[in-house]
Every structure is written in C-alpha cells, then in structure tokens.
C-alpha cells in the first residue's frame, strides 16, 4: 500500500471531543476530507462522563468558528453566550447538533478505538522517501473487528481523560492498584446525582490537591449532611493545601478564594479529614473494601475505605504512537516547540500564549497531537487555544502558511480557567476561577504569539501533572 498516492488519502482525526470536531471543521473550510474516530459512544464521550460538572468559560468561548459557521447554517441558534454550561450541556448543545450536521454526519466513526498509527513505510526506522508516504491507523471497532484506516494525515485529539497518574509514589503504580480499579473512580464523581449509592454512607479516600479534588470533597461534605456514616478522608503529597485554600476573604479572585474558604472550614471543623505528605505504596482489596497502606508524615498508613476519587490529574497515551518519529519533551510528554510556554513549574493557564502548527509538528510531517493531549502532563491547557491550534494545522495542510503562522487569539481581559461553581455568602452559586473571574462584559484582547497571555479560560477538568498539582494554575 506504499505506493497509494498521499494526497489522495483523507485526513485522519482520532478524538470526536470540541477540539477534533473543530479539526474536521476547519478542514471541511480549507477544501480538505477528514475522517473522525471516537472510541467513544457518542461524540464528546469523555466530557459527558463528566456532564453534571460546570465549565468556567462561558459559552462565547466555548465554540469554535468554523464549528459555528457550519452550525449556524442549519439554523441553529447559539445558547447565551454569557452562561456557563456543564460538560452535558456542552455535549447535547453544541458537540452532538455539530456531529448532525450534513457536512460531518457521514465522517464520523463512534465506537471506534485507535490501536496504533505508523507511516506507510515498512517501520520506523525507514528514513529514504518516508515524507511522500501517508500513514496507517489501526482502528478498534465495537464488534471486535479490525481494520486499517489510511490518512495523509493524522490529527490526534485523544485527550488524556482516560489516563489517570497513578495513585502510588514517584509517578508509578502502587502494588494492588491494577486489582482495585473497582473501588478507584475518576477525579469528578457524581456524588450527588448518579453516582450518590457508591458514596452514601461510606468511607471514601479523595486523593489530589487540584480544583477536581476540592470540588468532589464539598460534594462529599454535602452528602455527608444527608447520609449518616458518610465519612470523608482527604490525602495530599505536599506538607500543606495553602495553596488550594487561597488567601481566603484576602485573596484578589473572590470566587477562588471563598472554595478554599469552604473547604478549610471543612477541614478544621473535622468533616473532612486530611492527611499531609502522604504516600501510597500498596493497595489491598477484596470484595469488602480496600486498604490503603504507606506513610502519612512521619508516621505509617494503614487506612481502610470503601472507594478511592483519584484526582492526581493525567497523562497522554504514547503507546498507540510508537510507530510515529516523535519530537516529545522529555518531562512534559508534550510537543517539544510548545514545553518552555506551557511548563507548569513557570506558567499558568493565564500565561500560556497562542501557538500553531509551527511549534506542534513532528519529524514526521503531516502528524500532529492537539488539545489536551497536546499539554501532555502540563495543566495549563486552554480549550478555545485547541482551537487555534487545529485551524492552525488546517490551514498549513492546505498549503496556507501564511495563514497557518498568523496564530490569534482572543481572550477575555480577566478570563476564567477552571471548573465548576461555588457558593457566596448568601448560598447563591458564583463561578470559582482559577486565573480570573469572568467579566458581564468581557473586554477583548489581541495576542500574536510570543504575547504573554493575562487571563485564561478552558474546560472544567483539570489536567494535572503527576503529583497533587491538578488545577489549571500549577
């Protein structure tokens, strides 16, 4: 299959969330064929296993404009574009009316898992006439068929969702931890919806010091106000959560600062029971429950719950790309171009800038990874920069470089980059930010790339590097 013509071939996109459909979108713009792959039921399956969690950004930065011109002429009408939608909304509003539009209705795959991409050359070490060659995605359908996929193209929008660190020490699993997955959730539980039955009157471990692990343990501390015998324990790496609680009625983003408020309050009033410097070296399970075992300060740790929120944050899957010649950070597992502007230790979401298809390529040409898996274990990553990014890459596969290196992007001039809400003092809901609060008005700002960015905005999860550092702001 060497000898197919590459630019016959269509451009392969893995991950049908709001970044890869914003791909197929742009590429649809530029004159050019996608194929969209989810490995997921539906389109935006990751977000809606989190759909009762509500987003930061409202919905004016939520959509994408190449998104929204194919939309809009089905005669879809945009939701307000100053309210916050949850993951669900975000998914039955926008993402599946998108997928249902004429144009990408018959280019999209569901129930379909990538298994691995490579070149169509012999292998990886093939070096002689590798660029006039397109490439291979083996794919994973529901009925357990096989099949390979040709692309000119491959654009991996996979998202990280489904590769949680590990709870054990030093970035590796604990010993046990594959054996208790049944008591392990993910960091966003729905504790008091769906999911209340698994949490009611149980013991459950939060492990994590990211907006995700403040969020679930208020759910929980609600719960437990209904539920007699719903105990709650909380476990982080570092030796204090000042840094999650904030500077509290001093801290210059209110909204951030009343979570941390309300979470301390739960801490030193004794519903939540926090343990410091801990580390997880064995998990024990039976069809009981599960011990946790290790150190907790100076001290060792033998703690038995009956579930486990794993909200340590993520990393990308690189085993499906093994085949692809790959210009990776060697701490990050990001695309090298963009490691010194999203690295944690120095930035923020609010100081990430815009970047394109220059800085996101690979020594393979025409591969590249977007969106949140883009950040690789960064948690700086910003959804509407996703979509810079794809229209970016579009416009470079369609022989535009002007257009591909001219990377805008406009943010809010205080702009909001976390998830879900909060309580004022008045028990109303508030939006609880992470770089910011969002303006009734927003002013907008211009960035070219190289601009350091004020303000950010992005999805309601957090991506947390290994560790306990979860939320968008390190």
Same mark, same amino acid.
């Given at each position: 299959?060497?000898?197919?013509?590459?630019?016959?071939?269509?451009?392969?996109?893995?991950?049908?969330?709001?970044?890869?459909?914003?791909?197929?979108?742009?590429?649809?713009?530029?004159?050019?064929?996608?194929?969209?792959?989810?490995?997921?039921?539906?389109?935006?399956?990751?977000?809606?296993?989190?759909?009762?969690?509500?987003?930061?950004?409202?919905?004016?930065?939520?959509?994408?404009?190449?998104?929204?011109?194919?939309?809009?002429?089905?005669?879809?009408?945009? %939701?307000? $574009?100053? =309210?916050?939608?949850?993951?669900? /909304?975000?998914?039955?509003?926008?993402?599946?009316?998108?997928?249902?539009?004429?144009?990408?209705?018959?280019?999209?795959?569901?129930?379909?898992?990538?298994?691995?991409?490579?070149?169509?050359?012999?292998?990886?070490?093939?070096?002689?006439?590798?660029?006039?060659?397109?490439?291979?995605?083996?794919?994973?359908?529901?009925?357990?068929?096989?099949?390979?996929?040709?692309?000119?193209?491959?654009?991996?929008?996979?998202?990280?969702?489904?590769?949680?660190? &590990?709870?054990?020490?030093?970035?590796?699993?604990?010993?046990?931890?594959?054996?208790?997955?049944?008591?392990?959730?993910?960091?966003? #539980?729905?504790?008091?919806?769906?999911?209340?039955?698994?949490?009611?009157?149980?013991?459950?471990?939060?492990?994590?010091?990211?907006?995700?692990?403040?969020?679930? $343990?208020?759910?929980?501390?609600?719960?437990?106000?209904?539920?007699? =015998?719903?105990?709650?324990?909380?476990?982080?790496?570092?030796?204090? #959560?000042?840094?999650?609680?904030?500077?509290?009625?001093?801290?210059?983003?209110?909204?951030?600062?009343?979570?941390?408020?309300?979470?301390?309050?739960?801490?030193?009033?004794?519903?939540?029971?926090?343990?410091?410097?801990?580390?997880?070296?064995?998990?024990?399970?039976?069809?009981?429950?599960?011990?946790?075992?290790?150190?907790?300060?100076?001290?060792?740790?033998?703690?038995?719950?009956?579930?486990?929120?794993?909200?340590?944050?993520?990393?990308?899957? $690189?085993?499906?790309?093994?085949?692809?010649?790959?210009?990776?950070?060697?701490?990050? /597992?990001? &695309?090298?171009?963009?490691?010194?502007?999203?690295?944690?230790?120095?930035?923020?979401?609010?100081?990430? #800038?815009?970047?394109?298809?220059?800085?996101?390529?690979?020594?393979?040409?025409?591969?590249?990874?977007?969106?949140?898996?883009?950040?690789?274990?960064?948690?700086?990553?910003?959804?509407?920069?996703?979509?810079?990014?794809?229209?970016?890459?579009?416009?470079?596969?369609?022989?535009?470089?002007?257009?591909?290196?001219?990377?805008?992007?406009?943010?809010?001039?205080?702009?909001?980059?976390?998830?879900?809400?909060?309580?004022?003092?008045?028990?109303?809901?508030?939006?609880?930010?992470?770089?910011?609060?969002? &303006?009734?008005? %927003?002013? $907008?700002?211009?960035?070219?790339?190289?601009?350091?960015?004020?303000?950010?905005?992005?999805?309601?999860?957090?991506?947390?590097?290994?560790?306990?550092?979860?939320?968008?702001?390190?």
């Amino acid at each position: 299959m060497s000898d197919i013509a590459r630019e016959s071939l269509p451009t392969l996109v893995i991950g049908a969330g709001p970044v890869g459909l914003a791909a197929a979108a742009h590429l649809l713009e530029r004159g050019l064929e996608p194929v969209v792959v989810e490995a997921g039921e539906q389109v935006g399956s990751a977000m809606a296993s989190w759909g009762h969690i509500r987003l930061f950004s409202p919905w004016r930065y939520d959509i994408d404009p190449a998104a929204q011109r194919l939309l809009e002429a089905t005669g879809w009408t945009a %939701p307000d $574009l100053d =309210g916050l939608p949850t993951g669900g /909304e975000l998914v039955d509003d926008y993402l599946a009316p998108l997928a249902a539009t004429p144009e990408l209705a018959g280019r999209i795959r569901t129930s379909t898992r990538v298994l691995g991409v490579s070149r169509l050359t012999p292998d990886k070490t093939r070096t002689l006439g590798r660029e006039r060659h397109g490439y291979r995605v083996r794919t994973l359908k529901a009925d357990g068929t096989v099949e390979d996929l040709l692309a000119r193209a491959v654009i991996d929008a996979s998202g990280t969702y489904e590769e949680s660190n &590990p709870l054990g020490v030093g970035g590796l699993q604990a010993l046990g931890e594959t054996d208790a997955t049944d008591f392990v959730t993910g960091p966003l #539980p729905d504790a008091l919806g769906k999911e209340r039955a698994r949490f009611a009157g149980r013991h459950t471990l939060v492990v994590g010091m990211g907006h995700s692990a403040a969020n679930t $343990l208020l759910s929980l501390v609600t719960l437990a106000e209904d539920e007699p =015998g719903t105990e709650i324990t909380w476990a982080i790496r570092s030796g204090s #959560p000042r840094r999650l609680y904030g500077g509290g009625t001093d801290d210059e983003l209110p909204a951030r600062g009343l979570l941390g408020t309300r979470l301390k309050e739960a801490v030193d009033s004794g519903r939540v029971q926090l343990l410091t410097f801990v580390e997880i070296d064995q998990l024990r399970s039976d069809e009981r429950g599960v011990r946790i075992l290790g150190r907790s300060r100076d001290a060792a740790l033998d703690l038995p719950v009956d579930a486990i929120v794993n909200a340590t944050g993520f990393r990308p899957d $690189l085993d499906m790309l093994r085949e692809v010649r790959l210009a990776l950070d060697p701490a990050l /597992e990001c &695309p090298a171009g963009i490691a010194e502007m999203i690295d944690p230790n120095f930035h923020s979401c609010g100081t990430v #800038p815009p970047h394109g298809e220059k800085l996101l390529s690979h020594p393979d040409d025409g591969f590249y990874i977007v969106g949140m898996k883009s950040y690789g274990r960064a948690p700086t990553f910003l959804m509407a920069t996703g979509y810079e990014q794809v229209r970016s890459i579009a416009a470079a596969l369609a022989g535009d470089r002007a257009a591909a290196d001219a990377v805008e992007l406009n943010l809010p001039e205080t702009g909001v980059c976390s998830s879900d809400l909060a309580l004022d003092a008045d028990g109303n809901e508030v939006a609880v930010a992470c770089c910011g609060t969002a &303006p009734s008005e %927003p002013e $907008l700002l211009t960035l070219k790339v190289g601009t350091p960015v004020g303000v950010g905005f992005a999805t309601g999860v957090e991506h947390g590097r290994s560790g306990d550092t979860g939320g968008c702001c390190g």
